[in-house]
């Protein structure tokens, strides 16, 4: 198979295990935007691009047409099953122990796989929003975070190791005081973090506790996620694609400033997972990664852009009693309770 980009070309990660998994793959959020056949269609041909991990979630409402095209990559002999390096992820409202492993049973049917190679707790939260809600929607079962509660989701997690139905498990949406409490207390360590990363909010502590730990950082919304729903909408957010820093950036390289997000995340040295269903893009973001990069100075210009700018606040998660957004991410170095 002739890829578009050789996908021995495109750089890698090396997990704490010894194993390694691709520094940039696909997202496949459709952002209440784009429908699951636009978004597995958008899979089916970035398989066929080169593009060897892709980023899977039961809430993104659309890994059973995305099995369909995974399993047709395998059956046309595309890809092997060994070759690709699948992430799927257990929403908030199946955090009990039999609600994790049949969560991650169903992924595996809808994906249609044997395994999942690195399986997340997406949110460190049990609190649950129905999809596609309101910004100010609010559930009265809310709770803050509990040691003893997540902890009770992240041993079941460390069963589906032990089963064989996941390689690896991960977090996402943690903060360092979330972490410095639950990781003395896990068997199996987590191999990788999923947490928001693009120009505008680069995270340098939480991005540099997560590498000191050999834990590999796994970029969400790269490029600012321009296509984000409504609810994750603020008047003050700032839009990467249009910081001064990387736009003269682009200009230099000739590229479009969504590309720049992308080889500076790769460069920085987390894994980014940017979503786009238009073939054109896709081939763009991968291929960018394996050519051209960003002088030293250029690197330097956009880490002195940071803007401190969180995108998905995650304000749908609140409880009863919670000041705002901030306390779902222990801003004081606390864990908010
Ligand atoms: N763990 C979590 O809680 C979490 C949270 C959020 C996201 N994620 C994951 O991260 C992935 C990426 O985040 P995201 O989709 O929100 O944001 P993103 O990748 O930052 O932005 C995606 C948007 O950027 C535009 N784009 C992509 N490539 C482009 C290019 N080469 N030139 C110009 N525009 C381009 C596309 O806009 P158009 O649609 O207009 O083409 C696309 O919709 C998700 O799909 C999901 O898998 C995880």
Same mark, same amino acid.
């Given at each position: 198979?002739?890829?578009?980009?050789?996908?021995?070309?495109? !750089?890698?990660?090396?997990?704490?295990?010894?194993?390694?998994?691709?520094?940039?793959?696909?997202?496949?959020?459709?952002?209440?935007?784009?429908?699951?056949?636009?978004?597995?269609?958008?899979?089916?041909?970035?398989?066929?691009?080169?593009?060897?991990?892709?980023?899977?979630?039961?809430?993104?409402?659309?890994?059973?047409?995305?099995?369909?095209?995974?399993?047709?990559?395998?059956?046309?002999?595309?890809?092997?099953?060994?070759?690709?390096?699948?992430?799927?992820?257990?929403?908030?409202?199946?955090?009990?122990?039999?609600?994790?492993?049949?969560?991650?049973?169903?992924?595996?049917?809808?994906?249609?796989?044997?395994?999942?190679?690195?399986?997340?707790?997406?949110?460190?939260?049990?609190?649950?929003?129905?999809?596609?809600?309101?910004?100010?929607?609010?559930?009265?079962?809310?709770?803050?975070?509990?040691?003893?509660?997540?902890?009770?989701?992240?041993?079941?997690?460390?069963?589906?190791?032990?089963?064989?139905?996941?390689?690896?498990?991960?977090?996402?949406?943690?903060?360092?005081? /979330?972490?410095?409490?639950?990781?003395?207390?896990?068997?199996?360590?987590?191999?990788?973090?999923?947490?928001?990363?693009? !120009?505008?909010?680069?995270?340098?502590?939480?991005?540099?506790?997560?590498?000191?730990?050999?834990?590999?950082?796994?970029?969400?919304?790269?490029?600012?996620?321009?296509?984000?729903?409504?609810?994750?909408?603020?008047?003050?957010?700032?839009?990467?694609?249009?910081?001064?820093?990387?736009?003269?950036?682009? /200009? +230099?390289?000739?590229?479009?400033?969504?590309?720049?997000?992308?080889?500076?995340?790769?460069?920085?040295?987390?894994?980014?997972?940017?979503?786009?269903?238009?073939?054109?893009?896709?081939? +763009?973001?991968?291929?960018?990664?394996?050519?051209?990069?960003?002088?030293?100075?250029?690197?330097?210009?956009?880490?002195?852009?940071?803007?401190?700018?969180?995108?998905?606040?995650?304000?749908?998660?609140?409880?009863?009693?919670?000041?705002?957004?901030?306390?779902?991410?222990?801003?004081?170095?606390?864990?908010?309770?």
């Amino acid at each position: 198979m002739k890829f578009a980009v050789d996908p021995n070309k495109v !750089p890698k990660r090396t997990l704490y295990t010894g194993d390694t998994m691709p520094a940039i793959g696909m997202g496949t959020f459709g952002s209440d935007k784009y429908d699951p056949d636009t978004v597995s269609k958008a899979v089916a041909g970035a398989i066929r691009a080169g593009y060897q991990m892709f980023d899977c979630a039961a809430v993104y409402g659309n890994e059973d047409r995305i099995g369909k095209v995974f399993k047709e990559a395998f059956d046309e002999g595309v890809v092997s099953r060994e070759d690709l390096f699948i992430t799927s992820k257990v929403w908030n409202d199946n955090h009990t122990p039999e609600k994790v492993l049949a969560s991650c049973k169903k992924s595996l049917t809808d994906l249609q796989l044997s395994y999942i190679d690195l399986y997340f707790v997406h949110w460190p939260f049990r609190n649950y929003h129905s999809p596609g809600c309101a910004g100010d929607a609010r559930n009265p079962d809310s709770r803050p975070f509990s040691v003893e509660k997540f902890m009770e989701t992240w041993k079941a997690m460390e069963d589906l190791v032990d089963q064989g139905l996941v390689r690896f498990i991960g977090m996402s949406n943690m903060t360092i005081p /979330k972490l410095e409490a639950v990781l003395p207390l896990c068997r199996i360590k987590p191999v990788a973090i999923e947490l928001e990363m693009h !120009p505008c909010f680069q995270q340098p502590e939480l991005f540099q506790y997560i590498s000191e730990k050999g834990i590999i950082p796994i970029g969400f919304c790269p490029i600012g996620s321009p296509s984000r729903p409504e609810r994750d909408k603020t008047e003050t957010d700032i839009s990467d694609i249009d910081l001064p820093e990387i736009v003269s950036v682009a /200009k +230099a390289h000739q590229v479009h400033p969504a590309i720049v997000c992308l080889k500076w995340a790769v460069q920085n040295g987390q894994a980014p997972i940017p979503f786009s269903v238009t073939e054109e893009k896709y081939i +763009a973001n991968l291929k960018c990664v394996t050519e051209d990069p960003l002088t030293e100075e250029e690197m330097s210009l956009i880490r002195s852009a940071d803007k401190n700018n969180r995108l998905i606040k995650g304000q749908v998660f609140l409880w009863e009693g919670a000041k705002g957004w901030e306390d779902l991410w222990d801003l004081d170095g606390m864990i908010t309770k």
